[in-house]
């Protein structure tokens, strides 16, 4: 997972809330909160590869990885909580 987050190309989306998106976050990430994901599937598609999602503690990022997996939407990872791809992108 790590290689993934690192990559050059990949794309992390932050599915929290605005207002947890604003507490804290990585600081490259977009934040697309999860309820907004089926209005934005276009959006989420055309992004750069692989997409790297994350929330609080990694539930909402791997119930959305599912869904867009679902839809097949490839390269879809869950990197779990917010905190720890930053650590990913620290070390």
Request: with cysteine; glycine share 8%.
């Amino acid at each position: 997972m790590i290689s993934k987050v690192n990559s050059k190309e990949a794309t992390i989306v932050d599915v929290r809330t605005v207002g947890e998106f604003q507490m804290g976050r990585v600081e490259q990430s977009l934040n697309i909160p999860m309820h907004e994901i089926p209005s934005r599937l276009d959006e989420l598609k055309a992004m750069s590869k692989p997409l790297i999602l994350c929330c609080a503690t990694g539930n909402r990022s791997g119930q959305v990885a599912r869904y867009l997996s679902d839809l097949g939407v490839d390269q879809v990872y869950n990197a779990g909580g917010w905190a720890e791809v930053n650590d990913m992108l620290e070390g």
